[in-house]
């Protein structure tokens, strides 16, 4: 069936690290791939987005590029702040579909 | 730009209560999914409504209704509550009724059942 697979958390780097959080995906077709970002008691922010292979979707100085040959779409991000601590999901939606399917949800802190 | 809204913010049931959430979408957005979101975990797709009807569901049992009304706003109904079922409630809308579109989240209910 269709999943998604992100890296375990909790991932705690230090103010201006250099963050990667790894998505693989298992699907049949091309789905369009998300990440979503949920800061501490809300709600779930849609922080970027690729519909097709190749494509790079950027968004808060963080990207992702769809890659169909190894099924992934990690996430990027040069320099990190404080206020990026959160929990960061990755998830794939067919054009066909409704539901989004999430992964597990990676939880990053980020230290002064 | 009024956003996805959702109420009550937080809840408190007792096992066997019934329980009603409700949402109202993003300007402009016709379409309402629902997700349930477990502790830990990531959002579980519950059910979508489009033009009042159900047009798709997710694996939960039929103690999981819902409902759309003309103004596209909808609410989420669940009967004879478990204490699994204690989890942060999320709405999501979309645009045209096009399956694919991209969903835009509220800010959820918290529901805890006692």
């Known amino acids: 069936g269709n999943s998604v697979t992100q890296m375990e958390g909790p991932v705690t780097l230090s103010e201006e690290a250099f963050l990667t959080i790894n998505c693989t995906y298992t699907a049949t077709g091309y789905p369009s791939l998300f990440w979503y970002v949920q800061y501490p008691g809300e709600g779930l922010q849609l922080l970027l987005k690729a519909t097709k292979a190749d494509d790079k979707g950027s968004n808060k100085g963080f990207e992702a590029t769809y890659r169909k040959e190894t099924t992934s779409f990690h996430l990027e991000k040069g320099s990190v702040q404080v206020s990026d601590s959160a929990v960061y999901f990755c998830a794939l939606l067919y054009s066909s579909a409704s539901k989004i399917i999430f992964g597990s949800g990676t939880r990053l802190s980020i230290r002064p | 730009d009024a956003g996805v809204t959702q109420s009550p913010t937080h809840l408190i049931k007792t096992r066997g209560q019934q329980v009603t959430l409700r949402c109202s979408p993003k300007?402009?957005?016709?379409?309402v999914s629902w997700y349930q979101q477990a502790l830990g975990q990531g959002p579980q797709f519950i059910f979508q409504?489009?033009?009042?009807?159900?047009?798709q569901r997710g694996n939960f049992p039929d103690r999981f209704s819902g409902h759309q009304f003309p103004n596209y706003s909808s609410e989420l109904n669940v009967n004879a509550l478990l204490l699994g079922d204690s989890a942060l409630y999320l709405c999501?809308?979309?645009?045209?009724?096009?399956?694919?579109?991209?969903?835009?989240f509220g800010p959820g209910t918290r529901l805890l059942v006692l």
């Open positions: 300007s402009g957005h016709d379409t």
């Open positions: 409504y489009y033009e009042e009807e159900e047009r």
């Open positions: 999501a809308s979309s645009l045209g009724g096009q399956a694919g579109e991209t969903q835009y």
